[in-house]
């Protein structure tokens, strides 16, 4: 298989990704993007269906058309509906895209991959009806779905107004938002966020189509559980503190045929783990995050980490990001010297830190709160890949697992197709409980394949003479 | 500071095992490991239990490996998921074909219940198996563990034992003091000790340098992988006569994909990296033997470091001119039959006679001490 090398190989066509590699493109490298979508633009301005195109003009859309079409005219190579499943030393990279096997080289990587919504779990979060807000998110702008006809929307951030209003304006009935932060969270938000009063606008204009639809919102309040009755969902709320606590004796119910729940975003940090970068725990942005400069260089020679990614900031904050950590690979690959690349970087940082002011205000607001894993009982599910609960963790932690990977061994915790993705923070938390923290209780180890791989896309078509059998061992 | 009967410098199968039957024979016994304990090779090989990829010689041993792990409640307790089912290993070529019937025979002569059967007979034990198999050798002694419980296994039984176990301490060197040894941990405590093992794995060349003893030791980077949770597609264990596959589904419906084929790491950095071509060449082979398991998606791939030394043979027992020290390492299929090679030093160490020969490393010794004079 013929290998195409780059100078520089942006993972991930969202705003970050869109953003770094037209202007790394502009600046004259190599430049290739891989996602796995079939068009550019990550979750915040995915595309819609192709048939969907000639309707709609919402400012999501503006945006991310303009940031593609900067993207398609800058000569950067797109490498769309391609798997990336491993990444060497030297960034040789693998692939399964359409036609098969695909492989590349990069002098330079540049990771701008987002992040995961984080769940915690708790008792019923497992159950048919259940989805991520960022799942629904992507089923009411991407697919024009609603999840549901009578839905409930719950957990944290600026996705609960959001979903909701998506829902409302999609023909839903909203029966509740549950937000764990409470109108003083909000209002701190709201100040935090004063830089970007477009974006408070938009969130103003959610308020008002919910308000029309009298959707109650019950702040300062979790789901902390969730079963089946023939009407649909029946939906256990608690009131919580600021730590997340669920407050026993608040008990009120909701029925629902969905729930829409999600507690923040954790920045995806597979690609930077895989390499053996150097990573920090930063709550304040999402959770573990590699630790870069500011301009996204990690600690590996010519890995860049950029937008949520490098730690929640928001899509406004991405493409600066990603402009940054591009100016830093052209640079750094000797394409531009210090002095212009300090004064070409100048301005992007302090555009940057002022809107992320507003992302990371939004991101505050969806915190990890520890205390909300009270609400998972020793039955409650924490893996669903590995149908893992918490009282197994538990044992485990008590017959002396003392890190998330020791952990996962003992459990199978984390080892199923979303590879600790959906279990991860849980799990963090509560080994962290007894260890001392998060940072003690360290984070996966990096594996390949990055994303699982269908065996029949690797291994293709061949013939028995075409597998390369090593000597025999030893008899 | 008080001085121990016995320490154990690495907590992989092999140091856990002589620790566990050494506490238990009245030994107060430390072992110490700079990570967690069974961590390494010991927590993330394949967790094969087959006599079709051992070498002939160590076929007695390996059998009563077989025996010890299909009856862990009995002697150890915990729970590591072993399930004893047959083996099937598989010749797709007539090439392969003679390779099989003299290896099957050479293990058989050893004592291993191997039996050459038809593609026919094996398809009937075997219904997943693909039409291309030209001959199957058949072994009733087969079966796998879950080898990266072993850790939390051995973990209970050796605190029960009241061995003391520390984990995440790094022995930089050892001291003499008289006849004793003291262990200089990078934590500033010291180990003082009667007797020590050193059963560091791929590490235990540079574990033995401590002492002056000098003993090459290869790395040999395995790497593996596992599928999803999928239907039942296989029941037994699956290899190739040239031992360059290992297959098997767990219960909980992953299939391990395995056979020794290598990655990128090293010694110093540890395992470093899959090489692609090799896990798509170890799935070709195993998508070869299974055919329905080209349906399924690869979830995770890593890598483990086996030792070998330089005629692939054991090395357990006294360490030459060191009274008083042993090691214990260089296994070929090391974690099928570690728990017994475990036991056997053990014993030594306890002044019982040890029911089957060691392997003492002397052959080596004098060899490096020739080249060394040359």
Partial sequence: MAERSFDLAVIGAGPAGMAAATSAAEAGLRTLVIDEAPRP??????????????????????????LRTALAESGAELALDHRLWWIGEGFELAAVGPGGPHRFSARALLVATGTTERILPFPGWTTPGVIGLAAATILLKADGVVPGERVVVAGAG?????????????????????????????????????????????????????????????????????????????????????????????????????????????????????????????????????????????????????GDAAGVEGAAAAPLAGRLAALAAVHDLGRLDATHLARRSDPFVARRRGVARFGKAMAGLARLRSGLLDAATPDTIICRCEDVTRAEIDGAIDTGARDVNQLKAWTRCGMGPCQGRMCGEAVGELVGAQVGGRAQAGLWTGRAPLRPVPLEDLVGGYDYADIPIPQAAPL | MSCTDLLVVGAGIMGASVALHAARGGLRTVL????????????????????????????????????????????????????????????????????????????????????????????????????????????????????????????????????????????AGIERSGSRFIALCNDGTRIEAERLVLAGGVWLEPMLAWLGVRLPIKVLVNQLAVTERCPPVMRTVVTIANGLLSLKQFANGTVLVGGGWQGRGDRERGGVELIPENIVGN????????????????????????????????????????????????????????????????????????????????????????????
């Fill in chain 2, 32 to 171: 110490v490991d700079r990570g967690p304990i069974c961590r390494e090779a010991s927590g993330v090989n394949a967790g094969t239990l087959t006599l079709h990829m051992t070498r002939a010689a160590l076929i007695p041993y390996a059998m009563e490996g077989w025996r010890l792990w299909t009856t862990t409640r009995d002697w150890l307790g915990g729970e590591i998921d072993v399930v004893a089912t047959p083996g099937l290993c598989l010749a797709f070529t007539d090439e392969e074909a003679a390779l099989l019937e003299a290896r099957s025979a050479a293990r058989r002569a050893e004592g291993a219940p191997i039996e050459l059967v038809s593609p026919t007979e094996a398809r009937r034990i075997e219904p997943g198996l693909s039409e291309r198999v030209v001959l199957a050798a058949h072994c009733s002694m087969d079966g796998h563990a879950g080898a990266y419980l072993t850790g939390r296994a051995y973990r209970c039984a050796l605190l029960e034992a009241d061995a003391a176990l520390c984990e995440g301490v790094t022995v």
């Fill in chain 1, 41 to 66: 633009g990550g979750q915040v301005y995915r595309a819609p269906p192709a048939e969907f195109l000639p309707q709609g003009t919402d400012a999501d859309r503006r945006i991310g058309d303009e």
């Fill in chain 1, 158 to 306: 600026p996705l609960l107004p959001l979903v909701a209003a998506k829902a409302v304006a999609a023909g839903a009935s909203v029966a509740a938002i549950v937000d764990l932060a409470r109108p003083s969270d909000w209002a701190s938000a709201v100040i935090r966020g004063r830089s970007r009063p477009d974006l408070l606008a938009r969130g103003a204009g959610w308020l008002r189509r919910l308000a029309m639809a009298r959707v109650p919102w019950w702040s300062a309040r979790a789901v902390v559980n969730v079963s089946t009755t023939a009407e649909g969902l029946s939906i256990d709320t608690l009131a919580v503190n600021a730590d997340g606590e669920p407050q026993p004796g608040t008990r009120r119910k909701i029925g629902a045929d969905a729930l829409c729940i999600g507690h923040g975003l954790v920045p995806s940090t597979e690609v930077t783990r895989l390499l053996g970068a150097a990573h920090v725990f930063r709550p304040e942005v999402g959770g573990w995050v590699a630790d870069v400069d500011e301009l996204g260089r990690t600690n590996v020679p010519h890995l860049y980490v950029a």
């Fill in chain 2, 283 to 374: 799935l070709r082979l195993a998508c070869w033997a299974v055919p329905q398991l080209r349906r399924t998606r690869l979830v995770r791939g890593w890598l483990g470091l086996e030792a070998e030394t330089a005629d692939a043979m054991p090395i357990i027992g006294p360490i030459p001119g060191i009274e008083n020290a042993y090691l214990i390492g260089s296994v070929h299929s090391g974690y099928a039959s570690g728990p017994y090679m475990g036991q056997l030093l053990a014993d030594l160490i306890l002044g019982r006679e040890p029911e089957r020969p060691l392997f003492p490393p002397d052959r080596l010794l004098g060899a490096v001490a020739e080249e060394a004079l040359c």
